[in-house]
């Protein structure tokens, strides 16, 4: 049997790019999905793929930016399912702006509440029934939430935060036997950069970053299922990610650099 064979599943962010990836790959493993975003007739979509590979699949359209919601997911996995293993909270918003350029803060208020408080009470919710189960939570955050990128201070600040959370959650539930794992993807071809805020708080339509050599979609949910089944405390992707997460300590001002190099070369 695979690791998540069975397994109850909850994945935020279902509709697309990494959760909808991640769906299709554990629906192959025959794992048990509550799948949740907002976008309902491309959660649908998802959802009979994941059927067809032969997963139960329950759908529950959701903004994880309203508490109500993010409660009402975690009722519908329970009552459907009557228990949850994993959660991952996976939705998230992305955006690029220099703060200077930024008028009206009212976006960035949105941002976190979907990136840090979606993810929040999500957790909250689920936190009787992954005790009991002994589970484990799985945050998507970004190496944006490891380093600073410019143009990215919103997007920074609510995956530096979102992290956070999570860090301190895994010692808060070392008695209660549930695992926290944090993911840290670099780029991945996903659209979430286009579809992200930009300066104005309308949809970007750009993405503001060099995108060559992304990573593909299905190798993000690949490595992320095999960080999941080894229930590790974190998943930094790439090379270039983890050279950058060392030579932060080392060399401050050249990762700086590095940073600004990111920027889409027509910046």
Known sequence: MAAFTDKIIVITGASDGIGAELARQLAAQRARLVLAARRTAALDAVADECRAAGADCLTVPTDVADQAQ???????????????????????????????????????????RINLFGTLWCCHAALPHLKARRGLIVGVSSLAGKIGVPGRTAYSASKFAMAGLLEALRSELVDDGVGVTIVYPGMVATRIRYHGFGADGAPAGRSGLDERGMMPVETCAREMIRAMAGRRRELVMTAKGKLGLWLKLLAPGLVDRMARAALARDQ
């Open 70 to 112: 993010c409660v009402a997911l975690i009722e519908a996995a329970v009552q459907h399912f009557g228990a949850i293993d994993v959660l991952v909270a996976n939705a998230g918003v992305s955006g690029h702006a220099r703060l200077d350029e930024v008028t009206d803060l009212g976006w960035y208020e949105r941002m976190m």
